[in-house]
């Protein structure tokens, strides 16, 4: 163990963990660049999704959205076209689109560089939790498979510090975070009822209600502007987020060819009874060594995307934030992300069915459902495995493991740098 840590440091020393994921992201920068820089077709979305897709891991649903949303004229989310995500991711492009002024490659290397100063800030986030290991998430591959697939960093760093904020007693400030968190991509959410149950159950009523409160004055707050309209009523623009994701068919899970047409039917209790589950289990473990509420949301993230009908590659990004937080051994941490590699060949790389070098047949299509199919079981897995170390009643071994943890800091997280 010493000597782990020692090496821990040594690297921590010549390569700053922040550094480290900025450079991640700055490789899936690279991926995309040829074919942002290299298109000369019309502006549109298909003939650019054509384009991008005949370069290994160029597909960007920022670059994507550039053209079907027509970003160069500045249209304003939720007011001028319908979007498929939440409120401040929306802010996040409209700022992009608008700095950027009317190019797409400054509009890609502004998104890039703002989810890079997010992935850095995530990092630093994890270095104020004691029980943390930052680097899970500074040297996660999926950082340069997905950094600029999409805007999932932005809501990553915001749960982060909600956690760090409400972690020290923060609670207003929590919980405000945490409602920008959820305004920028709904998984955080899951964090909530773990965080204010425990208060309840701690006596600590008024944090509790502080907590919950300012969660809800933030979410409503940053929504309020798009979702009123002057004359009354809510916009059927911003209504159309929460339309898409209820309508929207299973999409690589195993859902999809198990109960295509009735997946909410499937997902939803299975979903709800799993949060209601571990929420149980994190009251009755906050007496544990550790925190059960960070477990407790780690779990129920875990879970969120374990049982979704609808899995996006990027996805990756959140459960690596989750293992970092629990501190996840290696060989965990190295198992999930061999799994991923093969989600993202799979999808974005030369495996992909009918690109790469099985073309013109593709490799078969099996093989991208089983890696689909692989990381979801490894995703449930993983939720359960936080369960039973974190959030169970502590075996003879599992204490003296749980204890050491606590007071030393070597078995579950190695030294911060």
Not at 100 to 122: D, E, F, K, Q
Not at 307 to 327: D, E, G, H, M, T
């Amino acid at each position: 163990m010493l000597v782990r840590e020692r090496f821990v440091r040594r690297v921590g020393r010549t390569f700053p963990a922040p550094l480290v994921a900025v450079l991640l992201v700055a490789i899936s920068l690279l991926l995309r660049l040829p074919a942002v820089l290299g298109y000369g077709g019309p502006p549109a979305a298909h003939p650019f999704n054509v384009f991008e897709m005949a370069h290994v891991g160029a597909y960007s649903d920022i670059a994507h959205l550039y053209f079907r949303d027509r970003l160069w004229l500045d249209p304003t989310p939720y007011r001028d076209f319908r979007f498929e995500y939440p409120v401040l991711t929306g802010c996040f492009v409209w700022l992009a689109s608008a700095v950027a002024g009317g190019g797409i490659a400054t509009y890609v290397l502004l998104s890039a560089a703002l989810l890079a100063a997010c992935a850095a800030g995530a990092v630093v986030a994890l270095r104020s939790l004691p029980g943390a290991n930052p680097w899970i998430f500074a040297a996660a591959p999926a950082l340069a498979f997905y950094g600029v697939l999409n805007w999932d960093l932005f809501g990553v760093v915001l749960m982060l510090f909600a956690l760090v904020l409400i972690r020290r007693g923060r609670d207003a400030a929590g919980g405000m975070m945490l409602g920008l968190a959820t305004a920028a991509k709904l998984f955080p959410a899951v964090a909530l009822p773990v965080a204010v149950a425990i208060r309840l159950v701690e006596g600590r009523r008024i944090a509790a209600v502080r907590l919950a409160c300012a969660f809800a004055g933030a979410f409503a707050v940053v929504n309020a502007p798009f979702a009123l309209q002057a004359s009354g009523g809510l916009r059927a623009s911003w209504l159309y987020f929460f339309r898409f994701n209820v309508e929207r068919p299973p999409r690589a899970t195993i859902w999809k060819p198990l109960v295509h047409a009735h997946s909410n039917l499937v997902t939803t209790p299975l979903l709800a009874a799993g949060l209601v589950a571990i929420l149980v289990c994190a009251i009755r473990a906050r007496h544990r060594p550790g925190d059960s509420m960070i477990a407790g949301s780690v779990a129920s993230l875990l879970w969120l995307f374990g049982i979704a009908k609808v899995y996006s590659p990027q996805y990756a990004i959140w459960i690596f934030a989750a293992l970092a937080l629990v501190a996840a051994p290696a060989r965990i941490v190295v198992a999930f992300a061999a799994i991923d590699a093969l989600v993202a060949v799979t999808t974005f790389g030369p495996l992909y069915p009918g690109f790469g070098p099985f073309a013109p047949h593709g490799a078969p299509l099996e093989l991208q459902w089983g890696a689909y199919g692989l990381r979801q079981v490894a995703t449930v897995v993983l939720a359960a495995w936080v369960v039973r170390e974190r959030l169970l009643p502590l075996r003879e071994g599992r204490a003296y493991r749980a204890g050491l943890s606590t007071t030393t800091g070597i078995s579950r997280a190695p030294a911060r740098t």
